[in-house]
C-alpha cells in the first residue's frame, strides 16, 4: 500500500507568490519522521525541511514551511516568494519508527515557477 | 551538512558486462547505507538498505544477486550491477545515515547500457 501520496503531478506558481505542496501519509507508528527534499534536474536529492511526529511546532526554514496536520496525516510543503530556482521535482518521504529504517518517497510533484 | 560522494556519476556500458558503483560517506561515518533506483520522471525507490559489515537487507523485487551490495567500511558502500541489460539503466542514488534524523544523499549514478 502506498504510505506516500503526493496528489500533484505538476504545480505552476508566479515568481513571489507562495506555493503549497500537498503530501499526505499511511503509518500506525507513534514514531516518524516527515520530510521534504528538492531534486533539479541534475539529479541530486536537496533536504529542505523535516517534521518530527512529536514535534508541536510545524517545522520552518527560510522559506520553506510545513504545514502539518498530524490528524489528518498530511504534511503539506509551503514556498512562500517563490524564485526561478524553485523550479524542480519535490518529494515528500517518511522514515517510520526509531532506528536506521528507511525512507520511502512520494511519486512527486513537478513545480514550475513562471517569470 | 554532511557530504556524500558517489562515482562515477555517469557511466556507459555493453550490455552483458558488470558496473561498480561506489557511495562515500566524506566527513562521518554511516553505519546504514541506502541504495535506491530512480527511473525517468518517476520517484526513488529503496532497492536495499545496507549496514556495516553485515549482509545488505534487499526490497522485494530486488535481485541481490544482481545487485550486489558490499559496505566494508563505514565509509564506503559499493553496488555492483552483474551482468548488466538495457533495463538495469536509472539513476542510482544512495544516502547515508548519521543520526535519527539526518540522511543525506549524494549525487548520483547515471547507468547506460547500451
Known amino acids: 500500500a502506498q504510505k506516500i501520496t503526493q496528489t500533484q503531478p505538476g504545480m505552476f506558481v508566479q515568481e513571489k507568490e507562495a506555493v503549497t505542496l500537498d503530501c499526505t501519509y499511511d503509518?500506525?507508528?507513534?514514531?516518524?519522521?516527515l520530510f521534504w527534499y528538492k531534486q533539479p534536474s541534475s539529479g541530486e536529492m536537496i533536504f529542505l525541511i523535516y517534521q518530527g511526529s512529536y514535534d508541536e511546532q510545524n517545522a520552518t526554514e527560510g522559506r520553506y514551511s510545513l504545514n502539518f496536520q498530524k490528524a489528518r496525516k498530511s504534511a503539506n510543503l509551503v514556498i512562500s516568494a517563490s524564485q526561478l530556482g524553485d523550479s524542480a521535482m519535490y518529494f515528500c518521504a517518511m522514515r517510520e519508527g526509531p532506528g536506521n529504517n528507511d525512507m520511502r518517497f512520494g511519486a512527486g510533484t513537478r513545480l514550475t515557477v513562471k517569470p | 551538512g554532511a557530504v556524500v560522494s558517489q562515482h562515477p556519476s555517469r557511466v556507459i556500458c555493453k550490455s552483458g558486462t558488470s558496473v561498480k558503483i561506489e557511495c562515500r560517506s566524506l566527513d562521518f561515518q554511516a553505519t546504514t547505507m541506502f541504495w535506491y533506483r530512480q527511473f525517468p520522471k518517476q520517484s526513488l525507490m529503496l532497492m536495499a538498505t545496507s549496514n556495516e559489515g553485515s549482509k545488505a537487507t534487499y526490497e522485494q523485487g530486488v535481485e541481490k544477486d544482481k545487485f550486489l551490495i558490499n559496505h566494508a567500511s563505514l565509509t564506503l558502500s559499493t553496488l555492483t550491477v552483474t551482468s548488466a541489460h538495457p533495463e538495469d539503466s536509472s539513476f542510482y542514488i544512495c544516502?547515508?545515515?548519521?543520526?535519527?534524523?539526518?540522511?543525506?544523499f549524494g549525487p548520483g549514478t547515471r547507468l547506460t547500457v547500451l
Open positions: 503509518t500506525s507508528d507513534q514514531s516518524y519522521g
Open positions: 544516502s547515508a545515515k548519521v543520526l535519527y534524523n539526518e540522511q543525506f
